[in-house]
């Protein structure tokens, strides 16, 4: 089956960092636009960012900009999304999805998505 898989979630303290991965099984990802979107109970999806196919491309949600860095490795079928001076307001289940683009991503508009890992940040 073709499926995307996050890890690296958790409970941290603010000001702490995460890096959070994605993998891909059942089909490479490498031709596709992969992004990360966070919802947190109670709230609306949101997207977070955003990766080219080819890393050359990325796209942030203005919450996340300059703390959040997405970046990815097509040899591993993996996306990773580099979180820093987390904050509570951060809180959230984050997952991947694969789309055709980039721009298409921020709309929300997939082919594919994982399950999420939980990242819980106390203050």
């Known amino acids: 089956q073709v499926r995307l898989t996050e890890s690296g979630g958790g409970l941290v303290a603010a000001g702490d960092s995460l890096r959070l991965s994605c993998v891909g099984f059942g089909r490479t990802f490498s031709n596709d636009a992969m992004g990360w979107f966070r919802q947190s109970p109670g709230k609306e999806l949101e997207f977070v960012a955003a990766?080219?196919?080819?890393?050359?491309?990325?796209e942030y949600t203005d919450s996340a900009k300059g703390r959040f860095t997405i970046s990815r490795d097509n040899s591993k079928n993996m996306v990773k999304l580099q979180i820093d001076n987390l904050q509570p307001e951060d809180t959230a289940l984050y997952s991947c999805a694969a789309g055709r683009t980039v721009y298409r991503l921020t709309q929300t508009r997939t082919e594919y998505w994982g399950q999420g890992t939980q990242v819980t940040v106390s203050s």
């Open positions: 990766i080219s196919w080819d890393g050359g491309m990325t």
